[in-house]
């Protein structure tokens, strides 16, 4: 049997889609499994469960619906797939699993997509995101799945625990640390804090660092590893981290995938369907004082989110400092 999963946009929702391809594996043990993946998110597959084939789909290549059913096509004249799952709720993916062929099409009913799909059904919208992956697989089982954690895969098991790692960014402006907020809460560790204090993010987020780091006064503390560390490389840093302090971010996903003790600043986002998965050495701040909190918007109604701007930099600094001590 050959089975085709197609796996979330996001690289948040990707990590939590590890369980899923976990559960695949051990009930379709004797199966082999391939995986399409975004454009850009390929190199975290290797700390992923180990599959077949790994189709890259690039939208800038293959744009809008007419690529999504060309990008099928081709799969389709290579291997032909027994199943396709489909994490995503869009409608191009529900379209490019019609086009890939596959004998049964199995995802979510959304966006008029079940048209394309050979069993649709119902997400629970009231539980985490994790177990809306899993549910797919258990509803296409008709079996319960145990689901305890997430663990990355292929990391070193010894950590230097040499630094804190902190990401201020997040791709939603309703995430992200408006930078007068960012530079007084690592002002705050640097006070508190022995070990020299890593910086990371991705290319778009150079000058926002930069804006910040030049706000400091006092840097001497600061590694900035913002743009220079890839997506590879990057599981990799954390493993050697001794805490991390992080935006509701794809980052924070792959920290507590990779057990690093994390604190997580939730502005914009519901931590109770999107908030990394394992509770172990996980503290999740919010301020809850807003008539709006949570919401999911990727702008604020404010402007600059406040539900970010009003948080206690004592309380954050204190929960960073619980995992030190």
Sequence with gaps: MKILVRLPNWLGDMVMSVPFLEHLQKEFSDAEISVIVKKGLEPLLHYFPPVKEKFVFSKSDYPG????????????????????????????????????????????SNEGRSIFLSKAYKKNRTVHR??????????????????????????????????????????????????????????????????????????????????????????????????????KELPLLMNDAA???????????????????????FGAGNENSTAPYNQDKRTIIRLGQLPCEPCVKNTCIYGLPKCLELLDENKITNAVMNYLN
């Design 65 to 108: 619906i007419k690529g999504a059913y060309r990008f099928g096509k081709q799969i389709r004249l290579q291997n032909k797939y027994d199943i396709f799952f489909i994490l995503p709720d869009s409608f191009s993916s529900a379209l490019m699993g019609w086009a890939i062929g596959s004998k049964k099409r199995i995802g979510y």
């Design 130 to 231: 994790v177990n809306q992956y899993v549910g797919l697989l258990e509803q296409f089982l008709g079996k319960q799945l145990n689901t305890s954690a997430i663990q990355l895969h292929n990391l070193p098991t010894e950590s230097k625990k040499e630094f804190a790692l902190v990401n201020v960014h997040s791709e939603a402006v309703s995430r992200r640390l408006p930078k007068e907020k960012a530079i007084s809460i690592i002002s705050h560790l640097q006070m508190m804090l022995s070990k020299p204090i890593v910086l990371i993010g991705g290319p778009n987020d150079v000058d926002h660092t930069n804006e910040i780091i030049k706000g400091l006064g006092n840097s001497d503390s600061i590694i900035n590893k913002v743009g220079v560390t890839s997506l």
């Design 243 to 265: 805490v991390m302090l992080s935006t509701d971010s794809g980052p924070a996903h792959i920290a507590n995938a990779a057990a690093v003790p994390l604190v997580v600043l």
